[in-house]
């Protein structure tokens, strides 16, 4: 197992408990003790936890909308969603990241890349090594303990149901940056009409990142492909990469690869 991923287990196991013992957490991993407690050390230099004697507890209010926020349904595929779409994301460049529970576990992945946020990003001379706009507040409350990583909030009215941004404020601030790339969690991706999301004030939202970004992925567990919901965010046209799991199905990829988008299937 790979320390990025070592990482993302133990903060999720952090999340879920609130703490984590290092005798436990080397026993689910498959590693020894030591592998463990210098991750634990590493991680607690991030700030990301707070180290104890034998683990490590959660640190300070990091995880409380976290927390909140947990989801049970394809929560693996979402982690590897996650993970996949942090791997096209390069240093220095600057993200648009929506709502949603698969978008957060974007934000975590990028928060434990070695070069974004470990020694190896010691070189950029104390500049942030990624730069993050994001209308999700609870985002942006996870992001903003990283010092490496510069948090762009976007102003708004909050939607307690999804924690994001909305309305003429946040269209307000999107409208004068340009990014490098925009990653949108959405609620169905249909093989012809493209992205959707539930409410038309997110989606708005959605779309204007699209426009400013040079690249545009979607990501979405399978349960959401070949659906449609109540506001469309963009069309097939726009989208890049689609970052999805392997219950895809064969005729939906070949659909959405004629259609000129990249489909990722983890």
Known sequence: ???????????????????????????????????????????????????????????????????????????????????????????????????????????????????????????????????????????????????????VVTGGVARPQSYELTGPLASGVLGEITLDVAVLGVNAIDTERGAYVHHEGEASINRLLAQQAQRVVVAADSSKIGKRAFARVCDLSQIDFLVTDRGITPEATARFTEAGVTVIAV
């Open 1 to 151: 197992m790979s320390r990025d991923a070592r990482w993302n287990a133990l903060l999720e196991l952090v999340g879920k408990n609130g703490r984590v013992d290092v005798e436990d957490a080397a026993t689910a991993l498959d590693v020894s003790t030591a592998t463990i407690r210098r991750d634990l050390d590493q991680l607690a230099e991030q700030q990301l936890l707070t180290r104890t004697r034998g683990g490590a507890v959660a640190h300070g209010v990091s995880y409380e909308l976290a927390l909140r926020y947990k989801t049970g349904r394809h929560a693996p595929e979402k982690q590897a969603i996650g993970r996949a779409v942090s791997e096209l994301v390069a240093v220095g460049e600057v993200v648009g990241l929506t709502g949603g529970t698969t978008l957060t576990e974007v934000a975590r992945s990028l928060a434990v890349r070695s070069d974004i946020v470990g020694d190896s990003a010691a070189h950029m001379g104390g500049q942030p090594t990624l730069t993050v706009v994001t209308n999700a507040l609870n985002i942006a409350n996870e992001l903003v303990i990283r010092p490496q990583i510069k948090i």
